[in-house]
């Protein structure tokens, strides 16, 4: 049976985005299916109306799912806050699969992910509901000093990368609080197996799964 088929639906129990928000959301440049980021919305619609806190993603690339933590955010009247160097990560340098040329800066010769994340966002009318924290995971969490009601990690795919985010965002997350991890590949010759062992991590230290979604996973923290 595959993960899709067996997922419980975290959607089932809150209202999709607008027409609009997800014709914004399908139209944005990025990975996420559709299917993945109804799921997403869900947990982060949920995770603001029961906490008030703001929602954090870490691993933006041009918004897509940005867009949606914005739309939940919005409506429980709190803010998405994104966490990305910009520089997109290592499947996404020149010679790799995910690599798109048309988001190197000519300049500097380097990915720049910010200007295509930004139009993502006033094209969808979501910017104002978006605090974007331009910098390396860690660098960040290490100087961040509130809670949040979310923690969306979908960065780099490496076990340093990864774990980074887990070990630096976790502790911000607060009691009942959501923490979704994208890419969660169980079997090898599906993906990367970082983001999976920060999600076995995850159930061993304690959080509860709230839904499997294709390889999107929705735990709570007790």
């Known amino acids: 049976m595959t993960d899709t088929a067996r997922a419980t639906d975290a959607s089932s129990s809150v209202e999709a985005p607008s027409a609009e928000v997800l014709a914004a959301f399908e139209a944005a440049t990025g990975f996420m299916p559709v ?6 919305y869900a947990a982060a619609t949920d995770a603001a109306v029961r906490t008030g806190l703001p929602l954090l ?3 933006s690339y041009c918004g897509r799912s940005t867009i949606l933590l914005a739309e939940a955010a919005r409506l429980a009247g709190t803010v998405a806050l994104t966490v990305d160097h910009h520089r997109g990560s290592e499947e996404q340098q020149p010679g790799w699969e995910y690599h798109d040329s048309s988001l190197v800066d000519p300049e500097v010769g380097l990915m720049d992910t910010l200007p295509r994340f930004r ?5 969808a009318g979501l910017e104002d509901h978006v605090i974007a924290l331009v910098g390396r995971s860690p660098q960040v969490a290490a100087v961040w000093g509130g809670q949040v009601g979310l923690v969306f990690i979908d960065g780099g795919h490496t076990d340093e ?7 630096g965002w976790v502790p911000h997350l607060a009691a009942g609080g959501l923490l979704v991890v994208h890419d969660v590949f169980p079997d090898p010759a599906d993906g990367g197996q970082a983001p999976y062992r920060i999600y076995l991590r995850a159930l061993a230290e304690g959080f509860a799964e ?3 979604t294709g390889s999107l996973r929705v735990l709570r923290r007790g």
């Open 210 to 212: 709230v839904s499997v």
């Open 57 to 59: 993603e870490v691993g």
């Open 119 to 123: 139009r993502t966002l006033r094209g």
């Open 161 to 167: 990368h990864a774990v980074g985010d887990y070990e």
């Open 35 to 40: 299917h993945e980021g109804l799921a997403l």
